[in-house]
Structures are given as structure tokens and as C-alpha cells.
């Protein structure tokens, strides 16, 4: 396994990811501002996973030819007149 080059302080990014998760499975919490930094970091990471799986699922659908949900009109009731 490839390790991420260490910073001026000897720990590199994965080790502090390590780090974290151990702290999160344990319960033990050292909060500090790198684990703060950390949990941010996975947290955006999450939401921009979240955000470009659904514009590939979109951009798929309209490929195939499939109406979104969304864009379509509802039907109108019919008129007794």
C-alpha cells in the first residue's frame, strides 16, 4: 500500500485518517484541529460523492431517454363541462 508522503510534523494525511477512525470506533475522542479538519474533510468528501453520483445518474437517464420524475407535467384533471 502506497503511504502519503509525511508533513513537517512526521504523520501524513493517512496516518491521521487512521487516527481518526480508530478514535470514532473506540469512542475515545482527542479533539483537536486536525481531527476537526479531518472529519470535515470526509464529510465533504461524502456530500460530493453524493452530489456527482446523482448528476451521472441524470445525465445517464436523459441519455436513455428516460423523463425524470421531476420534469414531469402532472396530468391535468379532466374538465366537466
Known amino acids: 500500500m502506497r503511504r502519503v508522503a509525511t508533513s513537517g510534523r512526521g504523520r501524513g494525511l493517512l496516518e491521521r485518517l487512521e487516527d481518526l477512525a480508530s478514535e470514532r470506533l473506540t469512542g475515545q475522542r482527542a479533539e ?4 476537526s479538519f479531518l ?3 470526509a464529510v465533504g468528501a461524502l456530500v460530493g460523492a ?4 446523482s448528476t451521472i445518474w441524470e445525465r ?3 441519455s436513455r431517454g428516460q423523463p425524470d420524475e421531476q420534469s414531469r407535467e402532472p396530468e391535468a384533471p379532466p374538465l366537466d363541462a
Open 60 to 62: 445517464r437517464r436523459a
Open 39 to 41: 472529519r470535515g474533510l
Open 32 to 35: 483537536t484541529a486536525s481531527s
Open 50 to 53: 453524493a452530489i456527482a453520483g
